[in-house]
């Protein structure tokens, strides 16, 4: 960057300065200036510095390149395979057991006892990209292929990134957020994720909608028999923020007209509007409502 | 400056143009045509025309970006506005505007009287002209207008599987596979000839160390093309049978792979950009000597660059896939070959600056464009090294950071580079001077709207604005940027409509030019404006690199120095 910015400024005076010093003054006649072929000595100077540059600038990157393509984990380090879908994030903790969609939670890292999260890239369906620009680099998600990436972030907080390789009609409301916890925090996140679904007699008319309708084709709610898996998971939806992949504040509201007409708020997402009367609909977000 | 008469006496002939004839039969005779001038300046109005037109989708993109959350268009009409802009501009206007100049120009600057093969020249003109028609007609050959048909939408690189039957139904994809296939067919006619002409017609002295920087730049050009266009040709013929013959090279869901065609692709992709950037290259090379009164600094390097650019360019390509996940020794050999084209071009900015040096320039509109590029060049080449170093493209990557370079070289170099060669050239293809204050403002205007709208693309992609996304929320800080840039597109809209105006406007009523306006020193500018059919009475004799200079100068000739 700082080489650039010189090479820059540089190249771009001497260009500036030729145009000033050699434009065509009112008291020149019409004489031809003199006519200079070119010269070797110069011609070889401006070769050779651009060719060091340009090793400077290759070793430096394959320095980076190494570094972080070929780190070693430590033990400790968490794992976690995010398979893209059209248009939302999987995430699965092989660890302990679970999955998750959309927001991604790692414990944060310190120098001293580093706990990286270690990430394995599948597609479901089209080309995706995993890009949280303050977290780390893009790789992409590419279908019958596995690639990895790492992030290692040191501050507790809230990342957002999103889909980076053009994957269909909804690329843009394919947002990703990492919230970055307190270790103590992500074992909280961790035992909670790993529970069931919460079973409440008060909402068994909307666990009814969901389970009699295609709902439950698409959408995974552990402990009941709902087992989709082309649709996020939902057994702690409650304990997301948004829905639909970022597009949205996980209010009833949103929650409402979500399943009511998905493409109000992700036109040409891929799920389906039930067209479920007014009471169904309520249930139902009853129920979604329920599940913390 | 202009001379009354040509420089070359006995080239006079006077124009054997009949009087006034029907319309029908004019347009006749431009569509049975093989003249190389006349094919010429069909691709140049045809890239224009295309031109236009991908410039009106990528406006109204930069309408819908311009504010956050804004519903001007749809999802999947901006999905098939910015695949149809990629491909429109790559395929249909800039390639056909870099063949128009060759095609003109080539045998008029080695003396020749057409190109190689005039009936191949007509065939591939008319290819190219088909593929970018059908390519159109999705638009009214898919669901019908409706709600803006069913064009593309899989951008202008169509990675697998995107492309599969599975994802993208319907026949819009086949449209762009057919249509690019076609205007390949034409790409690779043109190129041979090219070449052909090149080697095999060059009037008499005029070895291959005199040609014209611009005759050496499209050669380059034609190699790239005759190299590279088959790569795409088998890609989508693959993708064909993938689509029709129950194929699997890029069928994921059937085992194929995603990366193949990736690779496949760049392997075009890439030497593709340096198929329109080197003639673009060539247009500098003769104007800004004219205008500074020297003859181009260290020839034979430029030469030299030249062809190690055409050669180091096939070897870039998995700089596109970066993020694809390839070895960390991939990746390093990436960073080196991308990072070694930057020496090659380095050498021809200095050395167009060194021809600058020492020179009394005179800034007409023809060379303000070559000079604004030469910078441009610098700044978008800066970029490229910054790209080129693999983690900081796994950051920017795909980003608007990336829009904006390689808009960079395209506008800034490529397009700005065709608008220098328009008002070089005009004269010599009408006769008639352009009108130079307009041609100010056009230039003006377009550097402002150009730099408004892509120096400061540069930042949303730095603030993690990811490409080919309809919508944002106003919360990721962009919408300032997005604003300004699509402000931008105001100015440059402006600039091209005066551009138009004088262009139909210097046709009637422009100043004649004479046979050798700018007192320069190729052979073209030794024949009439405009030049006969047959180029030249009788082939000029060239002893040096500069065979208008040693007529006009006999006392001092370029020859006694080679």
């Known amino acids: 960057m700082a080489i650039c910015l010189g090479i820059f400024l540089v190249v771009f005076s001497l260009i500036v300065y030729s145009l000033v010093r050699y434009r065509k003054k009112a008291t020149d006649d019409d004489s031809e200036p003199p006519q200079i072929y070119g010269s070797n000595q110069v011609e070889l100077a401006w070769t050779v510095i651009p060719v060091l540059i340009v090793a400077v600038v290759f070793l430096a990157a394959a320095r980076v390149i190494h570094a972080v393509e070929d780190k070693p984990f430590p033990p400790n380090t968490i ?10 994030w999987e995430f699965q903790y092989p660890a302990y057991g679970f999955t998750t969609a959309n927001e991604l939670h790692v414990p944060v890292s310190d120098r001293s006892h580093p706990t990286p999260t270690h990430i394995i890239l599948l597609s479901a369906d089209t080309d995706h990209s995993f890009w949280v620009p303050q977290l780390a680099g893009k790789v992409d998600l590419i279908p019958n292929r596995r690639n990895e990436m790492w992030i290692e972030p040191l501050d507790v907080g809230h990342y957002v990134g999103q889909c980076a390789q053009y994957c269909g009609t909804q690329h843009a409301k394919m947002l990703l957020n990492v919230m970055v916890d307190t270790p103590e925090d992500f074992q909280k996140w961790v035992q909670q994720q790993k529970e069931p679904a919460v079973m409440s007699d008060q909402v068994a008319a909307g666990r009814k909608v969901f389970e009699t309708n295609a709902c439950m084709n698409c959408h995974t709610i552990a402990g009941t028999i709902s087992h989709g898996r082309f649709g996020p998971d939902l057994t702690h939806l409650m304990s997301r923020t948004t829905i639909a992949s970022g597009a949205a504040p996980n209010t009833q509201d949103n929650l409402t007209l979500w399943v009511k007409d998905p493409d109000a708020i992700k036109p040409g997402c891929l799920m389906p509007a039930m067209q479920l009367d007014e009471q169904s609909v309520n249930a139902l977000v009853a129920y979604l409502m329920s599940l913390h | 400056m202009a001379d009354a008469q040509p420089i070359v006496p006995p080239l006079v002939i006077p124009q054997d143009r009949e009087g006034s004839r029907p319309l029908v039969q004019v347009l006749h005779e431009w569509i049975v045509t093989v003249d190389h001038k006349r094919l010429g300046l069909m691709y140049f109005s045809y890239g224009i025309l295309f031109l236009v037109i991908g410039g009106i989708e ?41 063949f128009g100049i060759a095609n003109y120009l080539t045998p008029l600057m080695i003396g020749a009287r057409d190109m190689a093969f005039p009936r191949l020249n007509a065939w591939g003109f008319w290819m190219t002209a088909l593929g970018g028609i059908i390519l159109y007609f999705s638009f009214i050959g898919g669901f019908g207008l409706y709600g803006a048909g069913s064009a593309p939408d899989v951008g202008w690189f169509a990675y697998a599987p995107l492309t599969s039957p599975a994802f993208s139904v319907g026949h819009s994809t086949d449209y762009w596979i057919i249509g690019l296939l076609i205007s390949g067919f034409g790409s690779i006619a043109t190129g041979l000839n090219i070449m052909t002409t090149v080697l095999c017609m060059r009037g008499p002295g005029m070895k291959l160390n005199r040609m014209p920087m611009l005759v050496w730049l499209n050669s380059v050009m034609a190699f790239l093309v005759l190299l590279v266009i088959g790569p795409l040709t088998a890609a989508q013929l693959m993708l064909l049978i993938d689509r029709y013959l129950g194929g699997h090279f890029f069928d994921t869901q059937a085992g194929g792979s995603a990366v193949i065609w990736m690779h496949f692709f760049w392997i075009f992709g890439h030497p593709e950009v340096y198929i329109l950037v080197l003639p673009a290259f060539g247009i500098l090379s003769e104007v800004i000597p004219v205008f500074s009164r020297k003859p181009i600094f260290g020839y034979n390097i430029m030469v030299a660059a030249t062809v190690a650019i055409g050669f180091i360019s096939m070897s870039v390509w998995a700089h596109h896939m970066f993020t694809v996940g390839m070895t960390s020794y991939a990746n390093a050999f990436f960073v080196a070959s991308t990072a070694a084209i930057a020496v090659p ?42 790209l080129a170093a693999a983690p900081f493209d796994w950051q920017l990557g795909n980003s608007y950071f990336v829009i904006a370079h390689f808009h960079y070289v395209i506008l800034g170099v490529i397009v700005f580079g065709v608008f220098s060669a328009a008002y070089y050239w005009y004269p010599k293809v009408t006769g008639r001077m352009m009108n130079e204050t307009l041609g100010k403002w056009h230039f003006w205007l377009f550097l402002i709207g150009f730099h408004v709208t892509f120096d400061f693309m540069h930042i949303p992609g730095i603030l993690g604005m990811p490409r080919r996304i309809y919508t944002y929320e106003a919360s990721r800080g962009w919408e300032i940027w997005n604003l300004i840039v699509s402000v931008g597109v105001i100015f440059q809209v402006l600039a091209v409509l005066i551009w138009v105006f004088n262009v139909i406007r210097s046709y009637f009523k422009g100043k004649i030019a004479g046979s050798d306006p700018w007192d320069a020193w190729t052979l073209e500018w030794s024949t009439t404006s405009p030049p006969p059919d047959y180029n030249f009475a009788e082939l000029p004799v060239v002893r040096s690199r500069r065979p208008l200079w040693d007529l006009k100068h006999p006392e001092d000739p370029d020859w006694k120095y080679e």
Not at chain 2, 77 to 98: E, Q, S, W
Not at chain 2, 348 to 368: E, H, P, R, S, Y
């Open chain 2, 58 to 98: 990528a406006s109204i993109m930069r309408a819908q970006l311009a504010v956050a959350n804004n519903n001007l268009v749809s999802p999947e009409v901006f999905n098939r506005l910015f695949t149809m802009h990629g491909t429109t501009m790559i395929f249909f206007a800039a390639m056909p505007i870099v």
């Open chain 1, 79 to 88: 794992e976690v395979t995010a398979t893209g879908h059209q248009f939302w």
């Open chain 2, 345 to 386: 071009t380095g050498i021809k900015i200095f050395n167009w600056v060194g021809t600058m040096w020492g020179g009394k320039i005179t800034f007409t509109t023809a060379m303000l464009f070559s000079v604004a590029a030469v910078a441009q060049m610098l700044m978008a080449g800066l970029t490229g090294i910054m």
